[in-house]
């Protein structure tokens, strides 16, 4: 009898059988691609790094020579001024876009004068190929700028974008200038879920516009916030700017190099025998990058105002 | 007191938000600029051009859209030959990306999330913290692998394959949709249980229509970003030249088809046709569904 009611409690219900097949069709799908395009890839990836290629595709072990190349080869040079303009691009990017696009997104928030038409202009790039933008900013500072500054000033200015010292500061500047967008949007729409009280209560309290801000709206955000930051530190070195649609594969200035361009230079020049070096390269980012995102999540944690309330992000 | 606290609060708002409007205002029309270029340098003739880089065309060429539909053309080489390809050949091209690749992108990510958000089994803690851990942690930079790996798996350069194989359902879309998927009452799918409804009713007939506009806005996105990149033929499909491409290939070929720039500009304002109207179309829908929230469960 004991054995019956044993049995019949080790046997899945009907119900749970049915939960467990609809949640094995429902997980395949995804799961099987999680597998190949992320573990067995990133599995290749490693190997790949310790192994040779020939032209024709097969492989050899090769050892750490790939990573010797990596600091010691003809592209050390290249690798390292890559590794450094995306760091600034990064810190320039987070010193100048960050407060910009909370003052933005507070501004919409707000409902002010044309709110409902920037949510609209700021999208418009995202419409609109990347192609063209590239093509129009490159035309502007080419032909229009320096045009302009003759005219106006009667200043010479030399071609920004081709020059190797000026090269880099155009890039920041152009994903400066497209670098608000949806960013934005999600900022002021972060805003929109606070609590109506929460932000009355401090008007009764006498804050004024930028305590407001500051005191109220960036703690009650700062989930978004910090998912920003995290991901935005994850992914510092896979930032390309528009390198290619500026000078195609082999015409960009050498101090303008980012590593996500010379990622991409590597798998799209066609030579096999380069891949592993892309690969070992990809692992000494990745050794940099996980401390990096996971000091930063750290740190986030310590400072996010909300900690006591809500505990720490995961 | 009272009075002089809030006299301030109202003169700084006034500061604060005159001078974010004004910043707002020269940067939204600088946005704004690609596309005015666009649409007047398509309508302009080679002299106009040359002549005036920004200015209104002095005489409005239409035949720039109707010249463009002939002499844009492509080749490419697939299995050893040359195929070339015309405006349409690549609309086709595009229209099928766009459609099927964002909807198994969204397919993937969506019944993933759902499961994760709404179920208890074994799994679901591990796959939330995988989710975290690909965000958080990425392995940077493997593009030279990737492509080895789709040769491998014979996606490279298969329209098909690379279409339903869209990759990795975690990011952050799944955050969104677990967020999304998690706020929905349970009570809804009880109710369902109740009435003798099964696992699939619940989710085709209660999640799904609840869902609809996050959805939408998640594949409209996803079609207006695949419609107007060229890089995925660049990269992974050479033979399988999309309009964005095409057009992007074309810009440094038009010489030899005796195109100029005006009529490749006309190229590029009709594949921003269907981005635009799909966005006004939706619009609200779209900016109102992009949230993200913390990375904790």
């Not at chain 2, 969204?106 to 019944?111: K, N, P």
Request: net charge positive; charged share 15%.
């Amino acid at each position: 009898m004991e054995k019956t009611a044993e049995r019949k409690k080790l046997k899945p219900s009907k119900k749970q059988v049915t939960k467990t097949i609809f949640l094995t069709c429902m997980l395949i799908y995804p799961l099987a691609q999680f597998l190949i395009f992320y573990v067995y890839l990133n599995f290749n990836n490693i190997i790949m790094a310790f192994q040779g290629m020939r032209p024709d595709g097969s492989t050899y072990w090769n050892a750490f020579e790939n990573f010797k190349f990596v600091f010691h080869g003809v592209d050390s040079t290249l690798i390292n001024i890559s590794f450094w303009n995306n760091l600034k691009m990064f810190a320039l990017t987070l010193v100048i876009g960050m407060p910009l696009n909370l003052l933005f997104g507070y501004y919409l928030y707000k409902k002010k004068f044309g709110s409902s038409i920037i949510r609209v202009v700021y999208m418009l790039p995202n419409m609109v190929s990347g192609v063209v933008i590239t093509l129009l900013f490159m035309k502007f500072m080419e032909i229009g700028f320096p045009q302009m500054m003759q005219e106006l000033f009667g200043i010479q200015i030399p071609n920004l974008i081709r020059n190797n010292n000026s090269a880099f500061g155009v890039q920041v500047f152009y994903t400066l200038w497209l670098g608000f967008s949806t960013s934005i949007i999600i900022y002021s729409n972060a805003m929109f879920s606070i609590d109506e009280g929460v932000i009355e209560a401090g008007k009764i309290d006498g804050t004024t516009t930028l305590q407001e801000l500051f005191r109220i709206v960036v703690p009650l955000i700062f989930p978004t916030i910090s998912t920003y930051m995290i991901t935005g530190v994850a992914s510092i070195f896979t930032v390309a700017g528009s390198l290619y649609l500026f000078y195609g594969l082999n015409d960009v200035p050498q101090k303008t190099y980012m590593m996500g361009f010379y990622l991409f230079k590597i798998a799209m020049a066609g030579d096999l025998t380069a891949y592993p070096v892309g690969a070992a390269v990809s692992i000494l980012i990745t050794i940099v990058t996980v401390p990096l995102t996971l000091g930063v999540r750290w740190l986030l944690n310590r400072v996010d105002p909300m900690r006591d309330v809500y505990g720490d992000i995961a | 007191m009272k009075q002089h606290v809030k006299k301030k609060r109202i003169k700084e708002a006034k500061a604060l938000f005159i001078v974010v409007g004004i910043i707002f205002l020269i940067h939204g029309l600088s946005l704004l600029l690609p596309f005015v270029w666009m649409i007047m340098t398509s309508f302009k003739g080679r002299l106009d051009y040359a002549d005036s880089f920004l200015g209104l065309p002095t005489t409005w060429r239409f035949e720039n859209y109707t010249s463009i539909f002939e002499i844009l053309k492509v080749e490419v080489i697939r299995n050893g030959q040359f195929y070339e390809y015309n405006i349409f050949g690549m609309l086709g091209n595009s229209l099928i990306l766009a459609v099927f690749k964002s909807f198994f992108s969204l397919l993937s990510v969506v019944l993933c999330a759902y499961c994760v958000a709404k179920y208890d089994f074994k799994l679901r803690k591990l796959l939330f913290n995988i989710n975290i851990f690909v965000m958080v942690i990425p392995i940077v930079g493997s593009l030279a692998t990737t492509l080895t790996v789709y040769r491998q798996f014979g996606i490279y350069n298969n329209f098909l394959m690379y279409i339903i194989f869209p990759g990795s359902p975690f990011g952050f879309n799944f955050l969104l949709l677990y967020g999304a998927f998690k706020a929905i009452p349970n009570s809804y799918s009880e109710a369902v249980f109740i009435d003798g409804g099964g696992h699939l009713t619940v989710f085709l007939r209660v999640i799904i229509p609840v869902m609809l506009p996050t959805l939408s806005a998640l594949y409209i996105l996803s079609f207006i970003g695949l419609w107007n990149d060229y890089s995925a033929s660049l990269i992974y499909l050479p033979s399988v030249p999309t309009l964005a491409y095409g057009l992007y290939l074309f810009q440094y070929d038009s010489a030899k088809y005796g195109a100029s720039l005006p009529e490749v500009l006309a190229g590029f304002a009709i594949c921003s046709i269907p981005s635009v109207v799909l966005f006004c179309s939706f619009q609200k829908v779209i900016t109102q569904s992009l949230t993200v929230g913390g990375l904790k469960e």
